[in-house]
T-cell receptor, first 117, second 113 residues
Framework: GAVVSQHPSRVICKSGTSVKIECRSL??????MFWYRQFPKQSLMLMAT?????????EQGVEKDKFLINHASLTLSTLTVTSAHPEDSSFYIC?????????????FGPGTRLTVL | QQPVQSPQAVILREGEDAVINCSSS?????VHWYRQKHGEAPVFLMI?????EQKGHEKISASFNEKKQQSSLYLTASQLSYSGTYFC??????????????FGTGTRLKVLA
């Protein structure tokens, strides 16, 4: 089956530093990747949609200058949290999709737990 | 835009049944159901593609009413392992002509021995 990996799985950083999270589709090419953020006891909220070779589409309320997304290839998307602050501490999950119809299935990465001190 | 799930939380005794509903204000082209354990990524349970479709996965089944823009997940004879948070997910058509994938509000389910 389709596998999506995320790295790192867990990261602790100091306030003000930047953190990069990688999302890779290991055995398929993903036309689109999505980034989600999940706070404790809440749902997964879509942050942005990333298409290979083009700029990411951010959801309302998500700062594009703070959450930099790069989708350099069909198998790799990165999310960089710039100048991280404690309120950015969260569980970040990526997903990858093949195709662009309303019935496509998502394949999720295992998630990255970010803790900002 | 986010599909609303009900109930928000439910507590069951082992062996009891539960129904989780997912209702959308937008058209649903497909519905996915997931279960998430604490600290882990969501685990895919099943996908429903056609209006009226019903599917089963062991003692977990689901239905999809496209006209009502609703889906329901049925858990029968619940087991301790069913505990977790359940999410519905769907592709939402955007004004730019593409689809984005969003999750429902979630339902926390706890099964007691």
């Amino acid at each position: 089956g389709a596998v999506v990996s995320q790295h790192p799985s867990r990261v602790i950083c100091k306030s003000g530093t930047s953190v990069k999270i990688e999302c890779r589709s290991l055995d398929f090419q993903a036309t689109t990747m999505f980034w989600y953020r999940q706070f404790p006891k809440q749902s997964l909220m879509l942050m942005a949609t990333s298409n290979e070779g083009s700029k990411a589409t951010y959801e309302q309320g998500v700062e594009k200058d703070k959450f930099l997304i790069n989708h350099a290839s069909l198998t790799l998307s990165t999310l960089t949290v710039t100048s991280a602050h404690p309120e950015d501490s969260s569980f970040y999950i990526c997903s990858a999709r093949v195709g662009g119809t309303g019935t496509d299935t998502q394949y999720f990465g295992p998630g990255t737990r970010l803790t900002v001190l | 835009q986010q599909p609303v799930q009900s109930p928000q939380a439910v507590i069951l005794r082992e062996g009891e049944d539960a129904v989780i509903n997912c209702s959308s204000s937008k058209a649903l082209y497909s519905v996915h159901w997931y279960r998430q354990k604490h600290g882990e990524a969501p685990v895919f349970l099943m996908i429903l593609l056609k209006g009226g479709e019903q599917k089963g996965h062991e003692k977990i089944s689901a239905s999809f009413n496209e006209k009502k823009q609703q889906s329901s997940l049925y858990l029968t004879a619940s087991q301790l392992s069913y505990s977790g948070t359940y999410f519905c997910g769907t592709n939402l058509f955007t004004t730019s002509g593409t689809y984005k994938y969003i999750f429902g509000t979630g339902t926390r389910l706890k099964v007691l021995a």
